[in-house]
């Protein structure tokens, strides 16, 4: 139990506790592809200054990326999407697993950053049109959406 405890608290704080294998499937998946790198800047600035503790006082949006919770915690399963990233990096079902329990409950400001940007990764390259979830007309992070955004 001990051991799984502090197994949980290192895959959940960060790269610096957990172990080297993890740490390198966590940053793959948090790496945002080279394509969207300018838009996901722009939106992190606008979103939250890159601030992955923020939280908007008028909404449930929260963290880096401000993922609103009753649109994707209830409805989206960012967990899930964050799991698929990491498995794609080759983690075991038993560590991803650990990760989910963490995740669900949690609340998103409270996740590790690498959690928060892998979620965006996945929103932004498994759906076509994910990334219109930070679409903002007229606003100049639309002017930086790579190509491959339809």
Same mark, same amino acid.
């Given at each position: 139990?001990?051991? !799984?405890? *502090?197994?949980?608290?290192?895959?959940?704080?960060? $790269?610096? &506790?957990?172990?080297? %294998?993890?740490? +390198?499937?966590? !940053?793959? *998946?948090?790496?945002?592809?080279?394509?969207?790198? $300018?838009? &996901?800047?722009?939106? %992190?600035?606008? +979103?939250?200054?890159?601030?992955?503790?923020?939280?908007?006082?008028?909404?449930?949006?929260?963290?880096?990326?401000?993922?609103?919770?009753?649109?994707?915690?209830?409805?989206?399963?960012?967990?899930?999407?964050?799991?698929?990233?990491?498995?794609?990096?080759?983690?075991?079902?038993?560590?991803?697993?650990?990760?989910?329990?963490?995740?669900?409950?949690?609340?998103?400001?409270?996740?590790?950053?690498?959690?928060?940007?892998?979620?965006?990764?996945?929103?932004?390259?498994?759906?076509?049109?994910?990334?219109?979830?930070?679409?903002?007309?007229?606003?100049?992070?639309?002017?930086?959406?790579?190509?491959?955004?339809?």
């Amino acid at each position: 139990m001990i051991e !799984t405890i *502090a197994l949980v608290g290192a895959l959940m704080s960060g $790269p610096v &506790a957990a172990g080297t %294998a993890v740490v +390198e499937m966590q !940053t793959g *998946a948090a790496e945002i592809p080279k394509v969207w790198k $300018p838009f &996901a800047q722009c939106v %992190a600035q606008r +979103e939250s200054h890159g601030n992955p503790r923020a939280k908007n006082p008028t909404s449930s949006a929260e963290g880096k990326w401000q993922f609103l919770d009753t649109q994707w915690r209830i409805r989206g399963g960012i967990e899930w999407i964050v799991l698929r990233q990491l498995k794609r990096q080759g983690m075991n079902w038993q560590q991803r697993q650990r990760i989910y329990w963490q995740l669900t409950n949690n609340r998103i400001k409270d996740w590790p950053e690498w959690a928060q940007d892998a979620a965006f990764v996945g929103v932004v390259t498994e759906r076509s049109t994910g990334w219109r979830h930070w679409s903002l007309p007229g606003h100049r992070c639309q002017s930086l959406l790579p190509a491959v955004a339809s």
